[in-house]
């Protein structure tokens, strides 16, 4: 019995040209993915929304993916499902936060002035801060936390590598860091 193993890669490669292969790395991978997308987002549903959107990326991006020393397809896969995961627990996140301001259970015991002035109030220290940073970081702060825009979006559009955005962004977030004690 001479049985040949396919790689994942070869599988990969070959799906191009024959979609129902990717069923063979679909099937492969589904549950290990299931469980590092449910570990980082805690949703069943969530995560197999994830799951089979990393899937669509996989497929999408088959071409682009290039076999490294120390690189596998499963590495790369892995990587895509943890960085959709992690983005769609970011976007969860700040969705909720957003419900949790405006929900009136948190604001019953303050009559409409007060709620509203609250809301301002943070609007405008928002604002602040913004206005306190240079334009570059500004403009990247504001694509990335405020229009909910992908780093690759981000990168693409200021025309910068995906090293430099996440170190603008960092840096962004260290300065209003020191600026936020001089404005309460």
Request: net charge neutral; charged share 35%.
């Amino acid at each position: 019995m001479n049985e040949t193993v396919q790689h994942d890669e070869d599988i990969l490669t070959a799906s191009l040209d024959d979609p129902e292969q990717f069923a063979l790395l679909v099937d492969k991978y589904q549950r290990p993915f299931l469980r590092v997308a449910y570990g980082i987002v805690r949703n069943p549903q969530e995560a197999e929304d994830i799951v089979q959107e990393a899937f669509c990326d996989i497929y999408r991006n088959a071409t682009k993916f290039k076999k490294q020393e120390g690189a596998s397809f499963k590495s790369w896969a892995y990587r895509v499902v943890i960085n959709k995961a992690i983005s769609h627990y970011r976007k969860l996140k700040r969705e909720r936060e957003r419900f949790t301001l405006l929900e009136p259970d948190h604001y019953e015991n303050l009559g409409v002035d007060e709620v509203l002035s609250s809301i301002l109030d943070q609007k405008m220290t928002a604002e602040k801060l913004l206005d306190r940073l240079p334009a570059d970081l500004r403009r990247v702060v504001c694509a990335y936390y405020i229009e909910d825009k992908s780093y690759a979006d981000i990168a693409r559009e200021e025309n910068l590598s995906l090293s430099t955005l996440k170190m603008r962004l960092f840096r962004a977030k260290r300065i209003m860091k020191e600026i936020v004690p001089l404005t309460q």
